[in-house]
């Protein structure tokens, strides 16, 4: 079972400064199956990035996502204030076959 | 408008059922995987189960296994979960998603129906 572990817990930053999360899995993932989600309050979570590094249709180019293997990065270039809530990174695999991270909370410092 | 809204959440006794529901509008349904993932109170996304866009392949969660059966109706543009033998630890809000086309990521999601179930 591969399981993702999302660091850090929680991110205090200013809006206009960037943003870096990371998702760390316990075994070697394909990046074509790594997908980041952002979920504010009370709503359904919405995908930002599929493919590790693709930007899913309609989402700002100052998010980005990278890495490989075991090491995947989200970015936020210039936080908004929009851009203050919960990110989940998600992992396609064997078993079980989608897995999430536990989050990282963005929160406005 | 692509639109998820799902349905039948609702608070029950430990090991009654549910069926929940998920009308799918503004694209075409039959083409696409769906899935069901679930968030308890104050917690995490957890995956739940999954069919394809034909309905060849099921799959469920572990911990759901054996209980829950997932299915679809593609003249209703409709997801279903039957929900069986509910436990309090199924308590949590449930979403129907639906899975990219060229990829394994979930890009459209309902709001959620809520599912309480005591003890």
């Known amino acids: 079972e591969s399981v993702l572990t999302q660091s850090p817990g929680t991110l205090s930053l200013s809006p206009g400064e960037r943003a870096i999360l990371s998702c760390r899995a316990s075994?070697?993932?394909?990046?074509?199956?790594l997908a980041w989600y952002q979920q504010k309050p009370g709503q359904a979570p919405r995908l930002l990035i599929y493919?590790?590094?693709s930007r899913a249709t309609g989402i700002p180019d100052r998010f980005s996502g990278s890495g490989s293997g075991t090491d995947f990065t989200l970015t936020i270039s210039r936080l908004e204030p929009e851009d203050f809530a919960v990110y989940y990174c998600q992992h396609y695999g064997s078993s079980p076959p989608w897995t999430f991270g536990q989050g990282t909370k963005v929160e406005i410092k | 408008e692509v639109q998820l809204v799902e349905s039948g959440g609702d608070l029950v006794q430990s090991g009654r059922s549910l069926r929940l529901s998920c009308a799918a509008s503004g694209f075409t349904f039959g083409d696409y995987g769906m899935h069901w993932v679930r968030q308890a109170p104050g917690k995490g996304l957890e995956w739940v189960s999954g069919i394809s866009w034909n309905s060849e392949t099921l799959i469920y969660a572990d911990s759901v296994k054996g209980r829950f059966t997932i299915s679809r109706d593609d003249a209703e543009n409709s997801l279903h979960l039957q929900m069986n033998s509910l436990r309090p630890e199924d308590t949590a809000l449930y979403y129907c998603?639906?899975?990219?086309?060229?990829?394994?990521?979930?890009?459209?999601w309902g709001q959620g129906t809520m599912v309480t179930v005591s003890s």
């Open positions: 493919a590790a590094s």
């Open positions: 998603a639906r899975r990219m086309k060229n990829n394994v990521a979930f890009d459209i």
């Open positions: 075994q070697s993932v394909s990046d074509t199956y």
